[in-house]
């Protein structure tokens, strides 16, 4: 399959509006507008034929256009006008609900919907639209979609942007004190959406676990993979499940005793926090560390 050349994008010069760029239909109620704060973050967006994965500060909104007397028509096509009229170019070529792209992409439609953030694969699927506005300063790249028989607009604005560390490496000496402490530490290590693949930039948090373990080396670990209610329980159970071995295997790699290892997945029965809003969920998908008597 051919990669999709973001060069072949012309740079626009646009003065831009305040982000996310676009606005709610004007008359439509303050109840139906999001409160959330943009955050960092990635999605999986069509570019060409192909899911890319891209990103940075992103927002992800939904409303009922119905609400302000706007068809699905004419509410697609507002947002379209204003996304050209900033320079930004439509650049899928296949929609999630297309046959060639599900052979392509044969995961779950949960799945995939949960990696796309879009609101569902087949019912709307067919309205899907992706939008990529390149500036000479960053790329910013809009979703567009009509979803729930034609009922609600989905609206989606990621700003390219690296990644700022705000989080701090917890170091094996601080494990060693929440376990003497509590008996427990909770990490929030990174995967890849919908993975138990550890990102690179969590790798070193678990180098650290694996210092702590060779410094007591009397001490052993429950590992617990922990999610948000995102999803299906039964998925989210073993994905944690599967995120809580790859640590353990990641430890052992490292020369550790499995012997002084157990790794069980809790999905999203044994929430901290409220999962409903983005920062309770973000607390909820967590690694625990877990004391195990000898």
């Not at 080396?217 to 809580?244: F, I, M, Y």
Request: hydrophobic share 35%; no cysteine; glycine share 6%.
């Amino acid at each position: 399959m051919e990669a999709f050349d973001i060069q072949s994008v012309p740079v626009s010069n646009v003065a831009l509006p305040e982000y996310p760029y676009l606005d709610y239909p004007e008359k439509l109620d303050q109840g139906y507008r999001s409160d959330k704060k943009p955050q960092f973050d990635e999605v999986y967006l069509i570019a060409g034929k192909a899911l890319r994965r891209v990103e940075g500060k992103l927002l992800v909104r939904h409303f009922p256009h119905t609400t302000v007397n706007m068809s699905a028509l004419e509410s697609q096509r507002n947002y379209e006008n204003l996304l050209k009229s900033l320079g930004a170019v439509k650049v899928n070529q296949l929609m999630p609900a297309d046959a060639a792209f599900k052979r392509l992409y044969p995961e779950s439609d949960e799945v995939l919907e949960k990696k796309m953030r879009i609101m569902g694969v087949n019912n709307g699927g067919k309205n899907y639209q992706v939008y990529l506005l390149r500036t000479p300063q960053k790329n910013i790249w809009f979703g567009l979609g009509i979803f729930d028989n034609d009922n609600n607009t989905w609206l989606l604005t990621l700003e390219e942007k690296p990644f700022e560390q705000v989080v701090k490496l917890t170091k094996a000496e601080e494990m060693a004190a929440g376990l003497q402490k509590s008996g427990e530490v909770a990490l929030y290590l990174a995967f890849d959406t919908d993975s138990a693949m550890i990102k690179e930039e969590s790798k070193p948090e678990v180098a650290e676990i694996a210092k702590l373990l060779k410094m007591d080396q009397s001490l052993r670990l429950k590992v617990e993979g922990h999610t948000d209610n995102q999803g299906s329980a039964e998925h989210n159970k073993t994905l944690s499940e599967s995120r809580a071995q790859a640590v353990v295997q990641a430890l052992t790699a490292q020369g550790i005793d499995a012997k002084r290892l157990q790794a069980a997945g809790y999905g999203q029965d044994k929430p901290i926090a409220d999962n409903g809003n983005e920062d309770g969920r973000a607390k909820n998908r967590r690694v625990m560390l877990v004391k195990v008597a000898s």
